[in-house]
């Protein structure tokens, strides 16, 4: 209902592991951000791609990483996963008639143990 | 870089009271502020949104004021209602170009509006 779809909702991984999480948004949805909510914290920027290329970072190791496809999915992938990546993770993008408003996905609960 | 800073934490109000959140940036390029309502285990959904160009916007029972001088902006939520309560979050960009999608967000604002 939202353009922005995320898969999986849950996730459990061991610490050490590696993570890939998915996002697809409508057409026309040329701007991808990546948000990391930790519990009851706000959203915290990790990145963002504009037409398959990072534009722009937040305060996040090289071990997270992502991807941006023609077909206006993403990804986002942490390698060596720690016990503080267990959050809420957030895909967002911006319709084209209103570039302002970020419309998130329901994202993905990540759980490290 | 931006830093946010939203109050109160928790604000409990009376069904038909008004409750108001105010929020403080730090960065005096930031022209966009939006305002972000999130239940419990859904995703934030936008709620009301300003521009710098503007000091005031409403919608139905929401509006929002903008200090830029201050640096500081404020939801109002008048005639609150139990489907009100949820977790209310802020948040500042310096929107632009292809910049559109780097928010920094405040803390949130618990909002619990009783029957």
């Known amino acids: 209902e939202t353009g922005v779809t995320q898969s999986p909702t849950h996730l459990i991984k061991t610490r050490g592991q590696q993570v890939t999480l998915r996002c697809s948004s409508q057409s026309g949805h040329n701007t991808v951000s990546w948000y990391q909510q930790a519990l009851g914290q706000g959203p915290q920027f990790i990145f963002q791609y504009y037409r398959e290329e990072e534009n722009g970072r937040g305060n996040f190791p090289p071990r997270f990483s992502g991807l941006q496809f023609p077909n206006y999915s993403s990804e986002l992938n942490v390698n060596a996963l720690e016990l503080d990546d267990s959050a809420l993770y957030l895909c967002?993008?911006?319709?084209?008639?209103?570039?302002?408003?970020?419309?998130f996905g329901s994202g993905t609960r990540l759980t490290v143990v | 870089g931006e830093n946010v800073e939203q109050h109160p934490s928790t604000l409990s109000v009376q069904e038909g009271d008004s409750a108001v959140i105010k929020c403080t940036y730090s960065d005096s390029a930031s022209n966009y502020f939006p305002w972000y309502k999130q239940e419990l285990g859904k995703r934030p959904q936008l709620i009301i949104d300003?521009?710098?160009?503007?000091g005031e916007k409403k919608d139905q029972r929401i509006a929002v004021t903008l200090n830029k001088t201050a640096k500081h902006f404020s939801l109002h939520i008048t005639e609150t209602q139990p489907e009100d309560s949820a977790v209310y979050f802020c948040a500042a960009s310096s929107a632009g170009g292809t910049s559109y999608g780097k928010l920094t967000f405040g803390q949130g604002t618990i909002l619990t509006v009783h029957p």
């Open positions: 967002a993008s911006s319709p084209p008639l209103d570039s302002w408003a970020l419309v």
């Open positions: 300003i521009r710098s160009n503007v």
